[in-house]
């Protein structure tokens, strides 16, 4: 069993910062890729940034230049910071993790979805 724990929203002025933080934790084999999902009210859910076990990045055009994502990957955590945030970053983001679970040779594929975090941001 693999559980995500999602730390980090809240409410912020536009133009400020906050940093998300999901920690993975379990029965963990790998983990492949980690990233963030976002969310806002009447819109489908949207990629904001990946990161993959190469550390390799991807991030919504929306955010670049503005959020960054890292891992560390001795703590099986992933954050997003975030920063110049504007008010239609406003959402619930969504930690999710992509890899294989188990231990001792009984491993399973596993991509998992936090439970969300409301970030608003106030004009």
């Known amino acids: 069993q693999v559980q995500l724990v999602e730390s980090g929203g809240g409410l912020v002025q536009s133009g400020g910062s906050l940093k998300l933080s999901c920690a993975a934790s379990?029965?963990?084999?790998?983990?492949?890729?980690m990233g963030w999902y976002r969310q806002a009210p009447g819109k489908e859910r949207e990629l904001v940034a990946v990161i993959r076990s190469d550390d390799s990045t991807n991030y919504a055009d929306s955010v670049k230049g503005r959020f960054t994502i890292s891992r560390d990957s001795a703590k099986n955590t992933v954050y997003l910071q975030m920063s110049s945030l504007k008010p239609e970053d406003t959402a619930v983001y969504y930690c999710n993790v992509e890899g294989t679970s188990g231990f001792n040779y009984d491993y399973n594929y596993m991509d998992l979805w936090g439970k969300g975090t409301l970030v608003t941001v106030s004009s």
């Open positions: 379990g029965s963990i084999f790998s983990i492949n890729t």
